[in-house]
């Protein structure tokens, strides 16, 4: 119908699935019906954890554990220390900026490069849904996404998520 959802709409809304809480990403993790009465595909979403100030290791662990990080317990905790400094300034915490702070306390030893981009094209002015077309490679592979946003590093960053995700089925 071309109506857009308002983000925080129950059940249908973009953030209804998302999750930061220590406690509550905790309870989710264990069983999800906890603070999920359905299933997010049920309405065409996803459930999302993000590293906020209020979110604690188990939450953290669960965003790591997707990219393949397996920190040390002495590690994960030095790793929300860093993240949770950072959000309690008032700023956010992408997941790039979680995976840049877990690459320093892991010293990069554990982190390997899965993609490599390959080239990216904005389109963004007046009057202008900002898109972004993105390349990526993977193992001598290429793979391409396009997403629009509210600027033009948000459209950038959706399409290599969307990439991403297509691509852990890999």
Known sequence: MGV??????????????GHESGIHTHGI???PLTYEP??????????????????????????LKDFGIDPT??????????QKSIADQGKSITTSELLSIAGEVLDNST???????????IVTGMNIVPTAVVRLDKDGK???A?????????????????????????
């Open 142 to 144: 290429h793979f391409i």
């Open 38 to 63: 359905i299933s997010p595909e049920l309405v065409g979403r996803k459930r999302w954890l993000q590293a906020g100030k209020h979110a604690g290791t188990h939450g953290i662990r669960a965003i």
């Open 111 to 121: 982190l390997e490069e899965k993609f490599r981009l390959h080239d990216f094209h």
């Open 73 to 82: 317990e002495n590690q994960l905790h030095e790793i929300v220390d860093k």
């Open 4 to 17: 857009i959802v308002q983000p925080n709409k129950a059940i249908i809304g973009e953030n209804a699935f």
């Open 29 to 31: 993790i264990n069983n």
């Open 146 to 170: 396009s997403e629009i946003g509210v600027g033009p590093v948000d459209a950038a960053l959706k399409a290599i998520q969307k990439i991403a995700c297509r691509c852990r089925k890999c």
